[in-house]
């Protein structure tokens, strides 16, 4: 299980350090990224943990995209 969410898990560190140097261009562009390849695990998931796994970055790339929306308007 680890090794799929392990580049999620990168992915959201990298969103959360663009927001913190406040580029949140790039930030949110990188959730893009994130968000697509959290599609596709859902896609080809069919054990529990993964899809509770699943749905715990769901809703923190969800969490980050409203402090990111927020702050480029």
Do not use: P, R
């Amino acid at each position: 299980m680890s090794s799929k969410f392990d580049t999620l898990k990168q992915d959201v560190q990298e969103i959360i350090d663009l927001m913190a140097a406040k580029q949140y261009i790039d930030a949110n562009y990188k959730l893009l990224d994130a968000a697509e390849y959290l599609d596709e695990l859902l896609d080809h998931s069919e054990a529990d943990e993964d899809l509770i796994e699943i749905s715990k970055y769901q809703v923190l790339l969800n969490q980050l995209q409203q402090k990111i929306s927020t702050a480029i308007k």
